[in-house]
C-alpha cells in the first residue's frame, strides 16, 4: 500500500515537471517567436509617388495581381502621407474594439442538464477568452483589413496553458483566400512560400509550420501552401468577393489625390503672394529715331539695379524696362481660396458618408446621431466573421463546442444607448424569458465594457 502510494506520488510528480518543463520551453519559443525579424539585418523599405492616372489604369481592372497589389500599396502611401485619408481609415478600424462581449452555455431544454459540468466550461471557457485579450489585437487586424481589403493573420500562443495570445499579420501581397470552411463559414487562406526565397534564416523566427511548408516548396516547387485553419485568421472587408482584394475606399482616392494636389498648388499661390517684383523705368530720348537711344547709359542702369537689388529683401525682385514704374503682386482672394479647399475636403468627406469627419455639416443631435449609426453600422459589419473565427478557434483549439463567445457588434459610440435600451426592456418586460435575456445581456455588457 506505502509503496503504490510512493509510486503514485512519483508519477504526479513527474508530471508537474513535465508539465512546467513544456509550459517553459513553450513561453521561451513563443518569445523567439514574436521577435519575429533578425535585429541586426535594417530591413529597407520604398515608397512610390503615385498620380490620379496611376489610380485610374489600376481600377480599369482590379482583379488582376499587379493591380490589386498596386491598389494596396497606393493606399498604405496615402494612409502615410494623407491625414484626411487616415482619418478615414481609422475611424472604421476602431470601431471593433472587442472589450465587450457576452458568453452563454448551449443547453438542451430536453434532456437533463448537469449544471456543474455546464458551470465548469463555462468558467473554462470566460478564462481562456479573458487570456486572449482580443482588444489588444483587434485594432491591427482591422487596420490591415480597412487598408488593403482583408486582414491576414496567423495565430501564436496557447491563452488555456500558458495565458498567452498573439496574432501576427502576414504580406497581404503573399497571401490569397482559399476556401471557406463548412463549420461556422471561417476563411482559410495560401500563403506564397517563395517569401522566404532568399531569406530563409526569417523562417528561424516563424513558426515551425512555415519551415514544414517551405521544406516542400523546394521539393515539389509550389509555392502557394494552405496555412492551418485552426492557427490563422483571415477578415475581408467584401466577403461576397473572394477572388481577390483591394481597399474598400478605393472609389476615394482619386479625390484624395486631387486634394493633395489642390494643397500642394494652393501653397504655391501662398509663397506668391508675398513675393513683389519692382521695375525700374528706362526713358528713351524725345524725339529720336532710334528705338535704343536711353536717357541713361545702360552700363550706369546696370549698376544701380545691382546696387538696389542687394539692399532689397529675398521676396522683393528688381527689373529694368522702358515701362512705367509700377508692383506687381501675386495676390488672389484668401477667403476664396480657403473654401476651394473647405470645399474640396467637404466633397470627400461626404463621399465617404463620414459627418464625423466634418464637424461643419452637423446641425443637430439627432441628425449627427442618425449619421454616425449608419457609419457605425458598416464599420461594424465584420463582427459577424470575428465571432464566427472565435467560435471556430475555441472549438478545434480548446474543444469548447458547449459555450457560445461573442463580441458586441454595437458601436463604442453607442454603448450607452444599448445599455438604456437593455435597462428599460428589463425593467417593463412581462415575459420572465425576456427579461432574463435582457438581463443577462446587460450583465455582460456592463461587466465587461465598464
Given amino acids: 500500500m506505502v509503496n503504490a502510494m510512493e509510486t503514485k506520488n512519483q508519477i504526479e510528480k513527474l508530471q508537474e515537471e513535465e508539465k512546467q518543463r513544456m509550459a517553459a520551453f513553450a513561453t521561451e519559443q513563443l ?18 509617388v503615385y498620380s490620379r492616372e496611376n489610380l485610374r489604369t489600376y481600377l480599369r481592372n482590379p ?7 498596386s491598389l494596396r500599396k497606393l493606399s498604405a502611401y496615402l494612409y502615410t502621407v494623407s491625414h484626411v485619408y487616415r482619418r478615414m481609415v481609422n475611424f472604421k478600424a476602431h470601431q471593433i474594439n472587442c472589450k465587450t462581449w457576452s458568453a452563454y452555455p448551449i443547453v438542451s431544454m430536453a434532456e437533463e442538464v448537469d449544471e456543474e459540468s455546464i458551470l465548469k466550461e463555462y468558467e473554462r471557457t470566460i478564462n481562456i477568452v479573458k487570456a486572449m485579450h482580443m482588444e489588444t489585437q483587434i485594432y491591427k487586424v482591422m487596420l490591415q483589413a480597412w487598408k488593403s481589403g482583408v486582414s ?21 501581397d503573399y497571401c490569397k483566400v482559399s476556401c471557406a470552411s463548412y463549420d461556422q463559414g471561417v476563411l482559410g487562406f495560401l500563403f506564397d512560400m517563395s517569401f522566404f526565397r532568399g531569406n530563409e534564416e526569417a523562417l528561424e523566427y516563424y513558426d515551425e509550420e512555415f519551415t514544414t511548408l517551405y521544406n516542400e516548396y523546394t521539393r ?26 483591394i481597399p474598400p475606399l478605393s472609389g476615394l482616392m482619386e479625390q484624395v489625390i486631387s486634394l493633395t494636389d489642390l494643397q500642394a498648388a494652393q501653397d504655391e499661390i501662398d509663397s506668391l503672394q508675398n513675393y513683389k517684383m519692382v521695375w525700374g523705368k528706362l526713358n528713351t530720348i524725345s524725339g529720336s529715331k532710334n528705338i535704343n537711344d536711353f ?33 506687381i503682386e501675386f495676390k488672389d482672394n ?12 467637404s466633397n470627400l468627406i461626404e463621399a465617404n458618408g463620414s459627418i464625423i469627419l466634418n464637424s461643419n455639416k452637423i446641425t443637430n443631435s439627432a441628425s449627427f446621431k442618425l449619421a454616425l449609426k449608419a457609419e457605425c453600422e458598416d464599420a461594424m459589419a465584420p463582427t459577424t466573421q470575428l465571432n464566427a ?62
Avoid at 491576414?152 to 504580406?171: A, N
Avoid at 516547387?221 to 477578415?235: A, V
Avoid at 484668401?334 to 475636403?345: F, I, M, P, Q
Fill in 63 to 69: 482583379a488582376t495581381d499587379s493591380n490589386n497589389k
Fill in 220 to 245: 515539389d516547387n509550389i509555392r502557394w501552401k494552405q496555412l492551418p485553419l485552426e492557427r490563422t485568421i483571415c477578415i475581408k472587408i467584401d466577403p461576397d468577393n473572394l477572388d481577390y482584394s
Fill in 295 to 327: 536717357e541713361i547709359d545702360l552700363d550706369l542702369a546696370l549698376a544701380f539695379m545691382r546696387k538696389i537689388n542687394d539692399a532689397l529683401p529675398d521676396n522683393v525682385g528688381y527689373g529694368l524696362s522702358p515701362l512705367d514704374l509700377d508692383t
Fill in 389 to 450: 473565427w472565435l467560435k471556430f478557434y475555441l472549438k478545434y483549439n480548446h474543444n469548447i463546442e458547449t459555450v457560445v463567445v461573442e463580441y458586441s457588434d454595437i458601436s463604442p459610440y453607442f454603448m450607452d444607448d444599448e445599455i438604456e435600451k437593455i435597462t428599460k426592456i428589463a425593467g417593463f418586460t412581462s415575459n420572465s424569458n425576456d427579461f432574463i435575456s435582457a438581463l443577462s445581456e446587460l450583465t455582460s455588457i456592463l461587466y465587461f465594457a465598464l
Fill in 31 to 48: 518569445k523567439n517567436v514574436l521577435q519575429l525579424f533578425d535585429p541586426e539585418k535594417i530591413p529597407t523599405r520604398t515608397t512610390s
Fill in 334 to 345: 484668401d477667403a476664396s481660396d480657403t473654401n476651394v479647399l473647405s470645399k474640396a475636403y
Fill in 152 to 172: 491576414y493573420g496567423y495565430v501564436y500562443g496557447d491563452p488555456e496553458g500558458e495565458g498567452s495570445f498573439y496574432i501576427h499579420l502576414l504580406d497581404p
